[in-house]
């Protein structure tokens, strides 16, 4: 964060890289940029994923009761005991992404690359990049790498903090 | 008429907003710009993102199925 900037501010840390959950930070972030705030992403454990050059993020129906699709008219669920059989996450994966292209929804790569274009600082979890052993060169530019003190520091001068 | 004209039709939350940040980097200060979109709600969106920015809601009307939004540039 700029010391000369008088704007509002609001961080996040963003510890889930599912599909689905990719979707609350990116919206948040490029819509409070677009209202003129100064905003910063740290991106730890799962979340960091979504920092990878190629993204192949996928939705899983297990243990989600919550989650039903529409489908033939109405709403389908799925039992755990069916959402553990093989290929049922990629078919939901695969619907998921149907449904974001019909319903005019941002892909996850488009709200990315507009976070970065709206100046949107990103913070990359050293120590997860070190847990799970990812590489820097598979990672998109522009993220710096941090811990959690470079956070709380951003966190202690933001107005909004968010933990997604 | 808006000096401008962004089409948002058929995109969803937040992309006419996004699209309208964008495209009012091209109005100059003092110019308008009409945003078109079929996202119901883009209305109360467009208030918030007009009282965050500062930039002027000069119309929000709809037609039944396209929402219309005349933006003007403060700053």
Redesign the interface.
Known sequence: MSKESNAKSLSMIVTKGTLDWAYPPF?LA??AA???LDVTMFFTFYGLTLLKKRLNLKVSPLGNAAMEMPMLGMHIGMPNLVSALPGVDAAATAMMKNLIKR????SIEELRT?ALE?DVKMIACQMTMDLFEYKLEDMIEGPVLGGAATYIETATKSEINLFI | MADQVLDAK??????P??R??KALKDVAVGGTLEVLAT?PGAVKDFE??CR??GNELLASKSDGKVFSFVIKRTS
């Open positions: 919206i490029t819509t677009a209202m003129g319903k005019g929804v941002a507009t709206s | 058929g995109l969803n939350c937040p992309l907003i996004l309208a940040k996202d918030a993102f965050a920015t």
